[in-house]
C-alpha cells in the first residue's frame, strides 16, 4: 500500500485520464448502486471498486495497523480519515491494471467504478490531485424512506454491523452532510449524471446506460 506521507505530500496524479477512465459512484447508503455497478462490470469490462469493501476488508485483514481505527469510525457511522481510504483505492487500481496487463496485450483504458467514494470534498480534491482525475460521477438519487427500508432488509442477512436502524440513520445524516456537497461540486462542473434510483434495478440500470453512451461514446 502506498505510503499514508507519500500521499499526503504528492501534488501530482499517478495515473492519467488519458489510459484510465474513473467514474465516481454516489448516492445515499441502500441506493442500489453495488447493484448497478455489477451489471456494468459484466457489460463493459469495468473494474469495481467499492471504498466501504475495501475499508472493510482492511479492518478484518491480520495484522493491520488501521483495523481499530476503520472499525470504531465505520460504527460510529463517521468517515474515515481520507489518507486510508485513497491509499487502499490506489492499491486496488494497481493490482487490477497489473492484472489486467498480464492477461491481455490490448491498449484499451482500464475503467474504474469506484463506488461509495469521495465522500467528502476533501476526498475528491485530493484523489484527483494525487491519483487520477474523475470523468464524471453517477449519482443515484433515492428517498432515504426506501434507502432504509432496503437496508433493514438487507440486515437480516448481511451480517453486517452497520445495517441497523440506529447506524442505518446516522450514516443518511452524515451522507447529507459531507456527500453532497461532493455532489454539488462536480454539478457545478456538468460532471454528474443524476440517476433516479428509486425505479425498478432493470429501469435503473437502461438509464445508466443510456447516460453512459451519451458521455463516453458507443464503444467505451
Do not use: W
Request: hydrophobic residues 35%.
Amino acid at each position: 500500500m502506498p505510503a499514508i506521507d507519500d500521499l499526503k505530500s504528492r501534488t501530482s496524479p499517478v495515473f492519467s485520464a488519458d489510459d484510465v477512465t474513473v467514474l465516481f459512484v454516489l448516492g445515499g447508503p441502500g441506493a442500489g448502486k453495488g447493484t448497478q455497478c455489477e451489471r456494468l462490470v459484466a457489460a463493459y469490462g469495468f473494474t469495481h471498486l467499492s471504498a466501504g469493501d475495501l475499508l472493510r476488508a482492511e479492518q478484518n485483514r491480520a495484522g493491520s495497523q488501521y483495523g481499530e481505527l476503520i472499525k470504531d469510525y465505520i460504527k460510529d457511522g463517521l468517515i474515515v480519515p481520507m489518507e486510508v481510504t485513497i491509499a487502499l483505492l490506489e492499491n486496488a487500481m494497481r493490482d487490477a491494471m497489473s492484472s489486467s496487463s498480464s492477461a491481455t496485450s490490448t491498449s484499451k483504458k482500464d475503467k474504474f467504478l469506484i463506488d461509495g467514494f469521495p465522500r467528502k470534498f476533501d476526498q475528491a480534491v485530493k484523489f484527483e490531485e494525487a491519483v487520477c482525475p474523475a470523468q464524471f460521477v453517477l449519482f443515484y438519487d433515492c428517498p432515504e424512506e426506501e434507502m432504509e427500508r432496503r437496508l433493514l432488509e438487507r440486515g437480516k442477512t448481511s451480517g453486517r454491523e452497520d445495517d441497523n436502524a440506529e447506524s442505518i440513520r446516522k450514516r443518511f445524516r452524515t451522507f447529507i452532510e459531507t456527500s453532497m456537497p461532493v455532489v454539488d461540486y462536480y454539478e457545478k462542473q456538468d460532471k454528474v449524471v443524476r440517476l433516479k434510483a428509486n425505479m425498478k434495478p432493470d429501469d435503473v440500470y437502461a438509464a445508466t446506460q443510456k447516460e453512459l453512451v451519451k458521455r463516453l461514446g458507443e464503444n467505451f
